[in-house]
């Protein structure tokens, strides 16, 4: 059973940046297409990016695009989401999620039922 553990997570000011990051344990990473997604008080969980295995494809959700950065280092067995220029509707706990699948198609890759593996989420407040 593939087990993701994210962290990073924390209280920023706006305008401020974070780094995620999503590890895996006992199994490899590399394998999988990672997905980050975001739930927010009240609202549905989110797809934010995605990174193929070899870390040669991205998706961003347009709400992040220019502001978050995706990659991963295979040989960590870890995948990182670097958030700039924070606002405060990018509050959320963030969540990692592991997909055999990759795909550009925003209703593919964002779809919380490609991901079979997810790791418990982490909080990302950003408030003054």
Known sequence: QLQLVESGGGLVQPGGSLRLSCAASVFTLHYYTIGWFRQ???KEREGVSCIN???GSTNYADSVKGRFTISRDNAKNTVYLQMNSLKPEDTAVYYCAASPIFSSDYSLWAAMDEYPYWGQGTQVTVSS
Do not use: L, R
């Open 53 to 55: 295995s070899s870390g």
């Open 40 to 42: 927010a008080p009240g």
